[in-house]
């Protein structure tokens, strides 16, 4: 979608402007629809308000002293037929006191007559910019709800449909038998039973990581983390199911530390889901190959794998939430929440993750996060500078 040009935002947005002075109301309509705004005039405040009620303009421009009922009046009258409207007051008796109370009335701004003409399309402008991050604002929180909801659906439907495998397993095997058939039966079926509860409970924990991150309490406190450390214990807890698939396990990783700033749990997450998946997704007798360099600023991390690769037209969802490749040739267990928490992580901390691949030749994986530096003091500074 195109994004509008200003003067094609201005077109669509009503203005009203409520002041029992002709001269006045007839100036306003002449500078704002030479802008591109659409104008309404109204002599008093009763007028006005039946007009908004009918136009649902974005803003409305009241005179604050006018006979019969006062701008004070007309302002809060104009949020109860719709919060939104952008109220800016103009007077000819401006005061701080009456400033004030037409700012407490609800008023967005305040404009003394007599005023210049760029000095109301500067406010009047202000105010419809204020209005639309407003209502974008909005929109954007009502998506995000709407997201919440499905995904909430979702996770629900692929925790039903094992668990329904799980009990229909569990009803049939109470009604075996004890021959040798029944218990060969019995043995494959609850094998079965425990991988459903496998997978749930992998379901179970990704969704949890990932509403902890939403909350953002796994970075309440970030300490100075060595990158060697995470990496290398974590590939150590891979060796049985890297050994079990043939998969060869190997680290290129400097001497030095290599410190970033942040949680420890979380780069245990991150590295355990990257690790994981390359692994998972390899060939018989292939390898895994995590490495790390300085870029400076940056500490850049590759998880690389010699495994059966992602088609090019999945890379740009990789990342999204529950999006799994379905015909891929191994057919591998798994939440497709994996990447989008190493993601989240990996934003979280000021970084970002990048990913080549091709088909039938492998995977990398590429994490690069901001590298932690000791703050010198000036003396140092000026020692280093000689």
């Not at 109204?42 to 006005?48: M, N, P, T, Y």
Request: proline share 4%; glycine share 6%; net charge negative.
């Amino acid at each position: 979608m195109n994004e509008l040009s200003e003067q094609e935002k201005y077109e669509q947005e009503r203005i009203v402007v409520i002041d029992d002075e002709y001269p006045m109301r007839l100036s306003c309509r002449q500078i704002l629809s030479k802008s591109g705004f659409e104008v309404e005039t109204f002599e008093d405040g009763a007028k006005g308000l039946e007009g908004v009620a009918k136009l649902r303009p974005s803003l409305a421009i009241v005179d604050l002293k006018m006979p019969g009922m006062s701008g004070l009046e007309v302002i809060p009258r104009i949020h109860d037929i719709d919060p939104e409207i952008i109220i800016v007051v103009i007077t000819g008796y401006a005061t701080i006191s009456t400033a004030v109370d037409a700012m407490k009335a609800g008023a967005y701004d305040f404009l003394p007559k007599p005023f210049r003409p760029d000095e109301l399309r500067i406010i009047v402008n202000r105010g419809l910019e204020r209005r639309r991050l407003k209502l974008e604002s909005r929109r954007y929180e009502m998506e995000r709800e709407l997201l919440k909801r499905r995904f909430v659906s979702f996770v629900s439907h692929e925790l039903k449909r094992p668990l329904a495998a799980v009990h229909q397993y569990l009803d049939v095997l109470r009604q075996l038998g004890d021959t040798e058939e029944a218990r060969a039966k019995r043995r494959d079926w609850l094998d079965r039973c425990l991988q459903r509860t496998e997978d749930m409970k992998s379901l179970i924990d990704d969704w949890l990581t990932l509403a902890v991150l939403e909350s953002g309490s796994l970075f309440r406190e970030r300490v100075n983390v060595d990158l060697k450390d995470i990496i290398l214990h974590t590939l150590e807890t891979y060796e049985t199911l890297a050994a079990e698939t043939g998969v060869t396990l190997r680290a290129e990783l400097p001497e030095d530390a290599y410190l970033v700033r942040g949680d420890t749990n979380c780069l245990g997450v991150l590295f355990d889901n990257l690790i994981a998946n390359a692994i998972k997704y390899n060939r018989p007798k292939g390898r895994v190959t995590v490495s790390a360099t300085l870029e400076d600023p940056e500490i850049v991390v590759s998880v690389q794998d010699t495994g059966v690769g992602i088609p090019e037209n999945y890379h740009e969802f990789l990342f999204d939430e529950f999006f799994r490749i379905k015909d891929r040739e191994k057919k591998v267990s798994g939440t497709g929440l994996g990447l989008p928490i190493c993601k989240r992580i990996v934003s979280e901390m000021g970084g970002r993750i990048e990913v080549e691949s091709e088909v039938d030749v492998g995977s990398t994986f590429r994490v690069r996060l901001p590298a932690f530096r000791e703050e010198r003091t000036a003396e140092e500074e000026t020692k280093s500078s000689e």
